[in-house]
C-alpha cells in the first residue's frame, strides 16, 4: 500500500501507485481543462505531486508544453536568480564488489586500471583543483569495506578540508559513496560533510535487482532506505537521482518525486538536489545496450518539470552532458554545474597514461573551468563558488524555510558575487577577469537591501585588497 511516511522502501515508493500514476498521465495527457489547472497551481511555486507532475510529463500539447517551459525558466529566476553553483567531482578510489552492469567499476571488468588515491595524492589533487578555483567538491568511490571503508572515506575529509595553497580551500565537500549504515552517516555528518548523494539509479525494483545482479548494492530496499539512514544519522541535505536509460523514464520520473514527497512527509524536509545523470559510454559499457535511452528533447522536458514540481530542490547536471545541452537545459531549472570534471581515480593534478585508464565514463564537456566561467557570465549567469549555507548552519528545514520565505535572496546574490569576485583575482584569465568585473558591477544592483549591497560593497574592495572567505 502507498504510503509516503512509511520507512519501508516498497510502501513509499509503491509499484502500483506509479502504474496508475502513469496510466492516469498517459489518460490525460491531451485533457487541456486538467493540464491548465495543474499549470495554474504550479504558477503558485509551491510545487506539485507526483501525479499531477506525471501528467505535464506526458502531455502532448505544444502550447502546454511551451508554457511550461516559459514557467520552469521563471521559477528558477525566482528561486536561483541567475546564479550557478560551481563544484568538481573528486574520485578517490574505483575498487568496487558490485556487479552494477552499467558501470565500468564492477568488479568483473579485469580490463579497467584500479587506483584508489593516498592521502598525499589526495593533496596533489587537491591542490590542483584549488588552484584552478574550485571551492567544492563531489567525492565519489566504488564500494569495497576492505580497499574503501569508512575510515578511509573520513580520512579522506579531513585532509581535503585541512589542505590550504595559496588562496585556495576546499570549503564544502559533498559525498557520493554507497548506501551504509546509520552509524556512517553520523560519522559523515560529524566529518562536516556538505550534501550526502546517493543515486537511487532506478526505481523500478525487479530491473533494478537485475542492473545489479550481485554485491551489497543488489539489495533494493536497503539502497532506496539509504537516505532514511542518512536522516536518521543527522544528515539533513540529502541529494537524489536517477540513472536516466536504465528504465522507463517516466516510471523514474513518478519514482524521484514520491521520493521528494516521502522525505518531506516523514523527516519535513525535502531532497537538497537532484541531478539527472544518463548512462555514458565507459570502459566496457555500450550505452546503446540499454533500451530506454532518452533523447535531448526528452530530457529537456524532464528537468523542466522537476523544475516545476520541486521549486526549493537544487538541479544538478554533469560533464556527461555537452556544452550545447548545458546551455538548453540552465534555462529550464538547473542550478549547479561541475566544471572541467575528471572521472578518473587521479587526473587533476597530471594526466592519466594511456595504459592505465580508470575513467567511471566519457565527459562530453571538456572545457576547462575558466572556459566554463566565462562562458556562463556571457550568457548572464553568475557563477558561484559560495559555500555559506552549510557552513552558516542553514540546512535542511532552516534552508528550505529561509528559500520558502525568499529571505534567503539577500544572502545568495552578494555571496555569489563575492566568491566569484574571489575566483576572478585568484584564477581566472584576464579575459575572464573583465568579462567578471562588469557582471559583477551590473548584479550588485540587484542586491534588495541597502544594507546588505553597503556591506557588500565594502567586502568586495577588501577582496580586491587580498582578504577572502567572506559571507552573509
Ligand atoms: N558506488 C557508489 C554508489 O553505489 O552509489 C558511488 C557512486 S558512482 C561513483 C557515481 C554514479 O555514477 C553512479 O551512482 C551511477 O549513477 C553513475 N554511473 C555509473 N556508470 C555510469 C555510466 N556508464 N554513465 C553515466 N553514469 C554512470
Redesign the pocket.
Known sequence: MYNPKSHNATEFIDHDEILETLAYAEANKANAELIDSILEKAELRKGLTHREASVLLACELPDRTERMYRLAEQIKKDFYGSRIVMFAPLYLSNY?V?G?V????HYQNKHIARKKLSQEDIVREVTALQDMGHKRLAL????DPVNNPIEYILESIKTIYSIKHKNGAIRRVNV???ATTVENYRKLRDAGIGTYI??Q?TYHKESYEKLHPTGP?HNYCYHTEAMDRAMQGGIDDVGLGV?FGLELYRYEFAGLLMHAEHLEAAYGVGPHTISV?R??R?DD?D?NVFDNGIDDDTFAKIVACIRIAVPYTGMIIST?ESKSVRERLLHLGISQISGASKTSVGGYAEDEPEDEKSE??DVSDNRTLDEVVRWLMEQGYIPSFCTACYREGRTGDRFMSLCKSGQIQNCCQPNALMTLKEYLMDYASPKTREVGERLIEEEMKNVASDKVRAIAEDRLVKIENGERDFRF
Open positions: 568496487c558490485n552494477c552499467y558501470c565500468p567499476y565519489e568511490a566504488g564500494e557520493n559513496i554507497a546517493l543515486f539509479e548494492k540513472l545523470p548512462i555514458k565507459a559499457i550505452p556527461r567511471q565514463f
